[in-house]
């Protein structure tokens, strides 16, 4: 048990599946693992997308494919039983995943059914001796769990967390029949957002706000900084409680976990609900009046100011920066 098998999530575009972008970064994770205890790297992808070439330079020895109406749907069940079929196929020590919705659920799930340890949402693998090692934040950041297991394990990683790393191979393809089984959970529509947004979990850069904006008309502060940015909007669950945005974009303990390059928050204070679940960015711009902010001490830039003034200066001195 040398191997490592990896769970690669797909998204469905213009062109058909393409793979999500937390793939490169799970591949990444995956070969450092299985170059450790002297394994292969395989790739399991449900739903159609299988570019090897793009698998091939992140370090995918092997490429198991799975196709069906069934799979190209992500509900727990059929990708369940692929990812099960890939295991017994493969018998690796380690799966892992980006720790997306899919993933966590799904982890949990077949790491319950194997009776495997499960290392949920970590910033950092390695293996020690004979023992699978991973760092989990705890706390909203404030403390690190250090994870070990001597037998096999489900490792889903916080997307952003680990940087992209190439090492190319030339992988093989292999097409696996999987049973979906009788359907539990059936999906009869899919309703596409109006707008096309960045996913708040893949984004390199989110610009999120809060209640310091004062009314949601004030919004178009945050929209008009992050599309000079080419970033992805957040919010904190006061401004979502108070309806001014979509429960999908709520970064916190009850909303999402995020782990961009770049994190401004804008009129944030910074409650610990909040804190869980950005404080893992690279950079952490604050934007606050009150200088006693809790989210000044965990941001590496603060700007103490009323938002509604600050927010366009940034976003014009943004624009002026990347005009050149």
Do not use: C
Request: hydrophobic fraction near 50%; glycine fraction near 12%.
């Amino acid at each position: 048990m040398a191997d490592v098998l990896i769970y690669l999530e797909t998204a469905h575009g213009a062109d058909g599946a393409v793979l999500k972008k937390p793939a490169a970064e799970v591949a990444t994770a995956g070969r450092a693992i299985a170059d450790a205890l002297g394994g292969r790297l395989v790739a399991l992808v449900t739903g159609g997308a299988a570019p090897e070439g793009v698998l091939g330079r992140h370090g995918v020895d092997h490429v198991y494919t799975v196709d069906g109406e069934a799979f190209g749907r992500h509900l727990l069940a059929p990708q369940a039983a692929a990812l099960q079929a890939a295991i017994a196929a493969t018998e690796p020590r380690a799966v892992v995943m980006a720790a997306s919705v899919l993933g966590k659920e799904l982890g949990a799930f077949v790491a319950g059914r194997l009776g495997w340890a499960l290392m949920s949402d970590v910033v950092q693998t390695a293996v020690d001796g004979d023992r699978l090692t991973a760092v989990k934040p705890k706390y909203a950041g404030k403390a690190l769990a250090r994870l070990a297991a001597a037998g096999p394990a489900v490792i889903s990683l916080r997307p952003n967390a680990v940087q992209p790393q190439e090492s190319p191979r030339e992988p093989a393809t292999e097409a696996l029949e999987v049973d979906a089984g009788a359907a539990r959970v059936r999906l009869r529509e899919v309703v596409a957002a109006g707008e096309k947004k960045l996913e708040l979990t893949e984004a390199d850069t989110i610009v999120a706000g809060g209640r310091g904006l004062g009314t949601p008309e004030n919004w178009t502060l945050i929209t008009d900084l992050a599309a000079v940015l080419g970033a992805a909007n957040g919010a904190s669950r006061a401004v979502v409680d108070a309806g001014w945005r979509p429960h999908a974009e709520q970064v916190g303990q009850t909303g999402k976990t995020v782990s961009p390059k770049l994190y401004v928050a804008a009129g944030i204070s910074g409650a610990i609900q909040h804190l869980a679940g950005m404080s893992s960015s690279k950079v952490i711009v604050a934007v606050n009046k009150d200088a006693e902010a809790p989210i000044f001490k965990v941001a590496d830039y603060g700007i103490v100011g009323d938002v509604n003034e600050v927010l366009p200066m940034l976003t014009e001195a943004a624009r002026a920066f990347l005009a050149g």
